[in-house]
């Protein structure tokens, strides 16, 4: 059913839900999985592929980590580091590279939160045909 799920990572512990979720859901699929992160700090904006920032040191290195994990548990793992604005990144991404899901955790924020901070998960849903998975993190 799914062969390329484009998994967004915002770098913080939010990630795990979806990170365990997908290694189950890939094995069981034999899907491939891209892993991407969208860079989104003031250098990643300005400078996009030609930034050079500790942000994007740490982003980079956080992505080959997840990628090892995943290729670890023996799931075709990809990376891509994005630059800007996160939404139209994953939008591009998914068009590129032809993924069949997208998945993502979501902080659980409440409609009032994520209006005022806007919602990334919102707006791919209504700039989309793609299925998308959320899995609202866990706040312990």
Same mark, same amino acid.
């Given at each position: 059913?799914? *062969? $390329?799920?484009?998994? !967004?990572?915002?770098? !913080?512990?939010?990630?795990? #839900?979806?990170? &365990?979720?997908? *290694?189950?859901?890939? *094995?069981?699929?034999?899907?491939?999985?891209?892993?991407?992160?969208? #860079?989104?700090? /003031?250098?990643?904006?300005?400078?996009?592929?030609?930034?050079?920032? !500790? =942000?994007? !040191? &740490?982003?980079? =290195?956080?992505?080959? $980590?997840?990628?090892?994990?995943?290729?670890?548990?023996?799931?075709?793992?990809?990376?891509?580091?994005?630059?800007? =604005?996160?939404? $139209?990144?994953?939008?591009?991404?998914? &068009?590129? $590279?032809?993924?069949?899901?997208?998945?993502?955790?979501?902080?659980?924020?409440?409609?009032?939160?994520? /209006?005022?901070?806007?919602?990334? #998960?919102?707006?791919?849903?209504?700039?989309?045909?793609?299925?998308?998975?959320?899995?609202? #993190?866990?706040?312990?």
């Amino acid at each position: 059913m799914y *062969k $390329k799920i484009l998994v !967004t990572l915002d770098g !913080t512990s939010t990630d795990r #839900a979806i990170i &365990e979720h997908i *290694k189950q859901l890939a *094995k069981f699929m034999q899907a491939q999985i891209l892993l991407l992160h969208v #860079a989104d700090g /003031w250098a990643a904006r300005t400078f996009g592929p030609d930034a050079v920032s !500790t =942000e994007i !040191t &740490e982003d980079t =290195e956080y992505l080959n $980590k997840v990628q090892m994990e995943f290729q670890s548990a023996g799931i075709s793992a990809e990376t891509q580091l994005a630059y800007g =604005e996160p939404s $139209k990144e994953i939008i591009r991404c998914l &068009e590129q $590279k032809d993924c069949d899901l997208v998945a993502m955790s979501t902080h659980g924020h409440g409609p009032l939160k994520d /209006w005022i901070l806007g919602s990334v #998960a919102d707006e791919l849903r209504h700039r989309t045909s793609v299925p998308i998975l959320m899995i609202r #993190a866990s706040h312990d």
